[in-house]
Every structure is written in C-alpha cells, then in structure tokens.
C-alpha cells in the first residue's frame, strides 16, 4: 500500500493538500481511539470510476458514529459528494476510501464532551489487501489466541477506531508465525471472523456463515456475497460456526471491502478439502467482481457512480 499517489484530502468540509492533513498529538483519538470509520472501495467501470456500496457504508458510518454517542456534523448527501469529488480531485479509477469522524483537541479526560468532531476523508489506491496471489490460490490462516471481543464489552457491528486493537493483536501474532491472516474465536469458542473480515464456507453445495450473534461486523460484501449466492442458486445458512465445520469444509473464503472475496486454503496447516480455491468460491468471486466493474446489471444500484456524466446521479 503506497499513500504517494494521493494529492487531497478532505477536511472539515475542505479539501487540502495531503501534506496539510495533520492532527494534533492531543487529539482524543489519538490517545484513545475514540473515532468512528468506515472502509469503501471505488472501483475502474466502462461508465467511469464507482464507488460500491456507498449508500450502505454511509448508513453503518452514521450508525457506528450513533452507537457511540456522536453527531456526525455533515449531512449524507454532503458526504457522498465529498467522497466523489475527493476521488475526481485525485484522478483516480481504483481506490480504497477512509472517512473518519473522530475527537479532535480540547481535553484528555477520557469523556470526550469538550472535544470537537472532526471529520477527514481519505483516499488511496490499494491493491489486493490479502495479496493477487491470495486471490487466486487462496490464504493460510491461523486460530488466533486472541479472542473476537463479544457485543458486551463493545459494539461488534460498529465501525470504531480503539476495538481495531483486538483486530491488530490478532494479525501481528499470526503473521509473526508466518500465516497470512488470523481467525477469532468469539468467547463461545465458534468462529467469529478475521481480523478484518467476514467468513462463509461451502459444504455440499450450501453456503454457511454467521452473523451479529457471533461478535461480527456485519460486512456490507457478506452482505453482497449473500445476494450473489442466493441468486446464483445457492441455499445460504446463516448461524454458528464451529471450528470443525471450517476444517470439515468443502471451500472456506473471507469477504470484506479490503479483502474482497479471498479464499482460505489453510487453516493452522490444514488443508480446506484440496487446498486451493474451490468452484463456488470461484464463481461468486466472477461475479462480485462483475459487479464491482458494472458489468451485471443485477447489481447496478450498488454503484455510485463519481462522475457527473453517467448514468447513476448521486455526486
Ligand atoms: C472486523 C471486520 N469484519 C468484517 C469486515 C468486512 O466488512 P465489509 O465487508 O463491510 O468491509 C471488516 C471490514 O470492514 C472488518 O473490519
């Protein structure tokens, strides 16, 4: 991942200069974490650069900023068309996109009521997060030691920046053994999802994966992968996940903005059936990816798409 490529950032309501969009170290979330965020991606269609999914992201942004007790101080409209004219301003086709609405300066006692909201936007383009390679032949994952924190302790289906510590104590410690992704366990010890996304199996011909109940962000591409599955014939099942059901798997793949649709061939060195890429997992990966590029018309309405000739008008 490079950040050389992005020129503007957008800020408060303007946009600036990337070297410009600096924040102070007395920031609340910068001791805290106490911000909320979301992960989109605008992908290269023959009708211009789209973003996918942005109405959904915007909704979970707004929802997570709500858990957490914050007012995002900027309407949606006003933020769709900051993201479309950050991403034009930019010149980009592919990218990933990072609001952040999050406690600036004012104090560090750990309520933040003094503090003002700022909110950024940031955009960069980012490659296959676990790899081209990845994609195609799949990862080797790893259970983690560290548990998925359960909806108790913290909100699992929002967005926030500080719950992103257990995401990171989980990859660190799987990639220092050498895998390419942690699996959290949630304190039931069923499977919860990766360190940053969701997990689906396939046994004969029928889909599996779990939901809020298993301490999951509710991915908007679970949520994709869903309706992809459901329409390409594929019964899907929606609750726990035991451990010996992903080894006992006919295809196993994680689905989440940064990670797309990754099959899982290992798991703690245990081959997924034959450890590559299974058929199902191939054809659902086809057809997100047709319609990320605009190229399924089923799919369209999940397209926004950035510049103001085309045919979606949003930005
Ligand atoms: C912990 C976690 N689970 C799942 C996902 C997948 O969510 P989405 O598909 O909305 O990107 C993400 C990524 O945002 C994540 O951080």
């Not at 068309?81 to 104090?107: D, M, Q, V």
Request: aromatic share 10%.
């Amino acid at each position: 991942m490079t950040f050389d490529q992005t020129k503007w950032v957008w800020r408060n309501g303007t946009i600036i200069p990337w070297e410009d969009a600096t924040t102070h170290v007395s920031s609340h979330a910068l001791h805290y974490g106490s911000g909320v965020f979301e992960g989109m991606r605008c992908y290269e269609t023959l009708d211009g650069p789209a973003v996918f999914r942005l109405e959904e992201h915007l909704d979970r942004f707004y929802q997570s900023a709500t858990v957490h007790g914050m007012v995002i101080p900027y309407q949606r409209e006003e933020l769709s068309e900051a993201i479309c004219e950050l991403i034009e301003r930019n010149g980009f086709k592919n990218c990933y996109i990072r609001p952040l609405c999050y406690y600036g300066s004012s104090s560090l006692g750990l309520h933040p009521a003094k503090c003002p909201i700022e909110l950024v936007i940031l955009v960069w383009p980012w490659a296959a997060y676990l790899g081209e390679e990845g994609l195609e032949s799949g990862v080797r994952v790893t259970v983690s030691p560290w548990m998925k924190f359960h909806s108790e302790m913290m909100p699992t289906t929002a967005k926030a920046c500080g719950q992103y510590i257990n995401s990171i104590l989980a990859v660190r410690e799987a990639v220092s053994r050498g895998f390419d992704e942690a699996l959290l366990l949630d304190i039931d010890g069923n499977v919860a999802e990766g360190s940053g996304e969701n997990l689906f199996l396939v046994k004969r011909g029928e889909l599996f994966t779990n939901d809020e109940r298993h301490s999951i962000l509710l991915g908007i591409t679970r949520d994709a992968v869903i309706q992809i599955a459901r329409d390409q014939g594929y019964r899907v099942n929606i609750g726990p996940i035991s451990l010996d059901d992903l080894l006992d798997a006919d295809e196993a793949f994680f689905t989440g903005t940064a990670a797309e649709v990754t099959p899982i061939r290992e798991v703690d060195e245990v081959r997924i059936n034959e450890g590559k890429r299974g058929p199902i997992t191939e054809l659902i990966q086809n057809v997100f990816f047709s319609a990320t590029a605009g190229r399924d018309e089923r799919y369209r309405d999940w397209l926004t798409f950035v510049t103001s000739q085309t045919v979606k008008l949003v930005c």
